[in-house]
């Protein structure tokens, strides 16, 4: 069975450019979350999708960040502006269901913002 | 506010040793909790599942237990090997509807041959 699938892996960009990160879930799974993983500190949900619908954007910074996942199964994540607190690992993951599910994850896109 | 503690933030033991990783959470109201390792460079890998109902989770060497009234969970790693050096994280879910995970900051575990 395939897994989460990122790309890309690495992007360097300077600050107040734009950014997008692309995430295919594994097969058949209706939940896909974005998380962000700054440098020595766990990740942090931005934003959780159920099929095509959000379920949860509460710590998602909505004037620079938006995400989409219009067909309900990829998703991407784009940052505009980018600022150079933004730098960090993007993480997709993806569960079956809505719930306190077990989650699985991607390699991660790892953004530098210089 | 659910917040998620691991102590200590660094480990290195010799090959062989018997380990444990202790998370702490403030509030006990919690669903399930998940174990994951993340090796340096890479995403996350699931390792265990601990359901809210279950005081214990067995994956070959590895044994994950669970205390909701003091808000404490262990992972304890058997026979230690090289293999197993990574950063471990226990990260819990607070609620019902919705699958968000609040991660602790992780252990670094490193094993020396």
């Known amino acids: 069975e395939a897994g989460v699938a990122q790309s890309p892996r690495y992007k360097i960009i300077e600050k107040r450019q734009s950014v997008a990160f692309w995430c295919n879930p594994i097969s058949g799974h209706a939940t896909l979350y974005w998380y962000q993983q700054i440098l020595g500190q766990g990740p942090k949900l931005l934003i959780q999708f159920q099929n095509n619908g959000v379920v949860d954007d509460s710590q998602l910074p909505k004037d620079r960040f938006s995400a989409e996942r219009l067909k309900g199964v990829d998703s991407t994540l784009k940052i505009q502006p980018a600022k150079l607190e933004d730098s960090a690992v993007y993480l997709c993951?993806?569960?079956w269901g809505q719930g306190p599910l077990e989650q699985y994850f991607g390699p991660g896109t790892r953004l530098t913002v210089t | 506010k659910q917040e998620v503690t691991q102590i200590p933030a660094a480990l290195s033991v010799p090959e062989g040793e018997n380990l444990v990783l202790n998370c702490s959470f403030t509030?006990?109201?919690?669903?399930?909790l998940q174990w994951f390792r993340q090796d340096p460079g890479k995403g996350l890998t699931s390792l265990l599942l601990?359901?809210?109902?279950?005081r214990e989770q067995t994956s070959g060497r590895l044994n994950a237990s669970l205390d909701k009234s003091s808000g404490r969970s262990t992972l304890y790693i058997a026979a230690s090997q090289p293999g197993d050096s990574a950063t471990y994280l226990c990260?819990?879910?607070?609620?019902?509807?919705?699958?968000?995970?609040?991660f602790g900051q992780g252990t670094t575990l490193q094993v020396k041959p």
């Open positions: 509030d006990s109201a919690i669903y399930n």
């Open positions: 601990i359901q809210s109902s279950q």
């Open positions: 990260a819990v879910f607070s609620s019902s509807n919705t699958g968000k995970l609040i």
């Open positions: 993951a993806s569960s």
